[in-house]
Every structure is written in C-alpha cells, then in structure tokens.
C-alpha cells in the first residue's frame, strides 16, 4: 500500500488530473481554428473573467511569492485563452455581425449595453481609457518591477548564500535548515527570472487588444457594406458595438491580472509538475473561491448579463471552496501535507545512512536524569546551543551538534559522553542535591557526600537542595545537577577540540576569508603547504586550547614559515610565537599571568636530551625513561599543589622543550598551558609562582 501510495504521488501520475490540464490547454488551442458557437464563446468568456478575478484574490492572500511560484505559467495560460476567445469572437463578428449585437453571444451584446450605454463613442472611449490604464499605467509598472526584482535578486544571491554559510558556522541553523534556505533562494531568483519574461505577456496582450479591436471595426464595416448591403451608418454601428464589446470583455480580465501580477512581483520558483502546482496553490486558499463564487452571483444578477454562466461557475467555485474547507479543516493544509509526505519519504530513505553515521557528540542519560531532564529539555537545549555559541567565538570555529539520548544499560543517574561514538567519560549527579567545590577549603560542617569535581578533579561536595542557602552564606557556591553536567561536558569538549575541527571546518573558515586574505592564501596552498597540513596546524593549536579565532593572523604566520618548513609541528610553534599576545591574554588572571619555570635542573635535562640534525634543528627528544618519569612525577605534585590553592597559571621553558614538557605534562593534566620564553607577549606583567625543582 505504502508502494502505491507513493506511487500516486509521483510527478505526471495525478489521478488523471494532468490529462484533463493537456487536454484543456489542447480545446484552447483548437479555439485558435475551429469555429465556435455563441453558448460556448459565453461560457469561454465568463470562466476567463472568473479565472482573472480568482488569481487576484490569490494574489492577495499569498504571503511570499513563492506561494504562487506558478504565476507565470498561469498568467501564459490566461493570456492565451483570452486571445484564442478573441479569434473565436472575431471569427463571429466579421461572419454573423449583420445579424445584430448578439451574433457573437449575450457577454459581448451585455457588455456593450452595459458599457457604451448603446452609443459606440462611449464605447470606444471607455474602452480607451481601460488600455490605457492597462499598457501604461499597470502593465509598465509591473514590467519595470519584474526587471529590477529579476536584476537584484540575482546581483544578491552571492550575499544570501553567505550569509547562509556563515549563519551555519556560527551554529544559528542546521545542515537541514541551510539546504531549505538555499532551495529557497535557488527558486526565488527562478521565479523573478520568469516574471521578467512573463510581463512581457501582458503587455503584448494589450497591444493584441488594440490591434484586433482595429482589425473588427474597419474589417467589420467592409464586410457589412460589401456583403450584406448593410449602409455604411448601420454597419459601423453594429460592428463597432460588437468590436468594442469584444475588446472590453478581453480588457478586462487583462487589466485584473496585469494588477495582480503588479502585486505579485512588489510582494521566488517552485517544484513539480505545472498542473499539480497550480490546483494546489488555488485550493490552498478557499476563502479566494468563496470571493471569486460571490462576485460570480453578483455579475449573474446584473440586468442584460447572462445569469447562467455566472451562476454556473459560482456555485461550482463555493462548492469547491466548501469541499477543501470540509477535507483540510486548516486553510493551506493540502501543500502541507504533500511536504510531510515527501519529508517522511526522505527521512526514510536516509536512516540507513543516519544509523551508519555516529553522532560527532553525544550525551547519553541514564533513565531517571532522561526523565528529570526531560522535563526541562527546552532549558537544556537552550544552554547546550548556548554552549556551542560560547565555543565558536571562543576558540574561532562552530563544534558539532550535541545530542541527547537516553541509555537503559547506564546507571539510572550517570551520564556518559561520547565524541565520535566513542567513550570519554562517564559520571553520576545526585537528583536533589547541589554540588559545591571545595578546591584547597576545609569541607564545611554541612552534611554531604565527599566526591570529585568531575569537570576539574578537584575535591567536591554533594549537599542536599534544602542548604542550599547556608551554602552560600559560608562563601560556597552550590550548582545544580545540569550545570554539573555542562560544566563536564564543556570541558571533555575543550580537551578534544583537535577531534571536533574537521578538515570541512576547516575549508569552510578558509571560505569566508575576506578577498586580500583569499589572495595571501592563494599564495601559500597549495603551492608552499598543502590545505591538508594547513588544517593539521590549526588541529595542533586546538589541541593545547589555542583559539584560532585570529586567522588572519594566523594565515600571515604560515606565510612567513611556510616556504622553509614542511612539518605542521614546526609551524604550529611559529605560529604561536606570533600570536603570543593572544595565548597570554587568554591565560592571564586580572592582566597578569602566572608563570612557573621548570628550574635549571630540568632546563638542563631538557637540553642535553634534544637530538639536533647537522643544520641545528630539533628532530627528537631521546632520554633515560626513569628520569622522564621523576620529571613528571615533580611536575605533578607542584601542579596539584598549585590547582588546590585554585591558581590558573603556565609552565614556562625553553622554545626547543616545550613541545615535549607539554606531551609529558598533559598526560596527567590535559588542560595544562606550557609556554616558551618567545611567547611571552612584551609587557605582559608576570606573577612567578614557583619553579619545578
């Protein structure tokens, strides 16, 4: 069933619908050549002014555009079937004229009772002054506009697309919400390039209009004198009523669509096959058929016009209106259905791909915190978003989307989080408690259970909810179960930056530079070093926390090492020499930094233990096992002694060690910043707090 449903939904299978459409647009055109009789040529002319009107109420209820994307197909449609009834009634008023002012129906003969009040000079001059209006007025404006809305759409798509770029890195929307947008914008300029077109039209429409208005009236009168013996008084009265008539029942629906069009343009391009846009869009909007039913019965009641085709088509447009009103209780529902369908259909289609791919980040709950959380997931999702916004412009890039999900296999209370699907760390909050950092303070005479910070390691207390306020009254600041949570996961986050900066992140950030900075780029990669080993520099500065919000900055660094070293190592650690005023500010407390030096024991070790290559540059690090072991087991002890008493501060040593302090040292503290002498910026003040020795 669900084969054939989908199946029925395909574009050109509409349950016989785009039959009857081809078959409509073919009785227009044989309209063109085949003569028709009066009763048809009435029922022709009224569904074309009911037509007109119902495409100016949709145009006045569409909310975009877009809404009515297929506006130009509909405005080709109704144009070519007011100049094939124009033939057909030209065709009867040069043949049956002589027969009198209903030789080419009761529409016409009406009009032009209605109208010229039985003398043609009103006519004509009525008729005049509606081309006019028609051509210079409307048909011009919306013309023009449909020009410049073409021009500018296209001289802004360039913008648009990235300010969709950059909405996504900055994580503002999604990848799904990023693809909408451009399909948006890709039938916008699709749909202001038709318009531009379409005008044209309308315009040729109304010069159509004073062309066969001419061609009835001067050929109406030869043929009434020269062939029915009509005087010449006689024959330019009938045919000239005819005529006239004629052109103001053409006139008119031409000058409700030139308004509507105006009104289109001055407020985008669609999808699908042409009939299944058009009857969708029309029956999106009843209360349009409902307008266009009552103006029908309005025009059926007036004296000298046929009431039956009025009549006709306006109870079969209420009667449509009601039925779309009955099926889809909500107005537009039918186009939003038809999505959920194909949105259902695509989802399906890619689960396999989705199941394939691991999220980038994961929360996994255990079932009590999924049911507590779950609560407030609108408050967690908040913060979680506003987590990513805090990274990006922090360290200079958009981090994955984080998802949450609940795991039966945790613990009810424990949380674990995963990069990639793999495991990272894994923890248990206490519903109904909050948890307060002790650090190097004595605990408090508070009852509690004694546990670890898991974000920092350091010693912790979880306390009840209920003292909560006697917390806070001896100097501690309690925090709540999914601030814990955050707190963690901010800093897992902040250790794996190098694994969440993908090589498309990376492009992407390369994309938006601005056009001096594409230039120097171009100038480097590939040539001097490749997007490749460019992405790894950046990858080895997220590593040890270093933002590269600076990228300019960052790009003229490259610039300058690049052409006499390959290894990313080597330019990550020119890099950071040049933007050390950045990696102090970023580690300075109050505008001082801390530092503590490695003392001249371990500067020493450092440097009799730094193999060279014949042209003096460092190519390793070889020493006695036992003796990289006592440096990390000293080095460990003062840093622990340091984050106890709550000091934020770096190892400071020579440019040559620091690359290996630092892979020594963030074994055990992996949030440890270890500088050289060159990255110290020039007057920063510094706050000696000791030497490892």
Known sequence: MDAIATSERRPGTGGGRDIGFAMSITFILCIFFLPIPPFLIDIGL????????????????????LEF??????????TILRLSLNIATTRLILSNGAEGTTAAGYIISGFSKLV???????GLTVFSILVTVNFLVITKGATRIAEVGARFTLDSIPGKQMAIDADLSAGLINDSQAQLRRRELEEESAFFGSMDGASKFVRGDAIAGLIILAVNIFGGIIIGVTRHGMSLGSAADVYTKLSVGDGLVSQIPALIVSLAAGLLVSKGGTRGSTEQNILRQFGAYPKALFVASALMFIMALIPGLPFTPFALLGGMMAFGGRAITALYPTNGSIPEIRLADTQKAAKERSAINDTLKPPSIEIRLGKQLWIVFLSAHGELAQRVAKLRQNFAKQYGFVIPEIKLSDDILLNTKAYQIRLHGAFVATQELRLGQRLIILGHRAPPDLPGEETTDPAFGVPALWIPDG?????????????????????HVSEMLRDHL??????????????????????LLDEIAPSLISYARLHSVFKLLLAERVSIKNLELILEAVSEIAGYANRPEIIAEHVRVRIAQQICSDLAVDGTLNV?????????????????????????????PSEVEKFGIEASNSIRKLIAKGELFAL????????YVRLIVGRVFSSQAVLSHLEIACGVPLRSLGAIS
Do not use: C
């Open 596 to 624: 503590v030096r490695l003392g001249n024991k371990w500067d020493q070790f450092f440097h009799d233990n730094i193999r060279r290559d014949a042209k003096g540059e460092v190519v390793g690090f070889e020493a006695d």
């Open 46 to 65: 009224a569904f074309s002014i009911s037509l007109s009107v119902l495409i100016l109420m949709v145009g006045l209820w569409i909310q975009k555009p």
């Open 652 to 659: 400071v040593t020579t440019p040559e060690a620091r690359p």
């Open 467 to 487: 003292l909560l306020e006697e917390a806070k009254r001896l100097g501690f600041t309690p925090i709540d179960p999914p601030s814990v949570l955050l707190t």
């Open 116 to 122: 010229m009040s039985g003398d043609f000079v009103i």
């Open 69 to 78: 994307s297929s506006f130009p197909t509909v405005l080709l449609v109704a």
């Open 498 to 519: 190098s694994q969440l900066f993908s090589y498309k992140d990376a492009r992407k950030l390369l994309d938006r530079l601005e056009p001096e900075y594409k230039r």
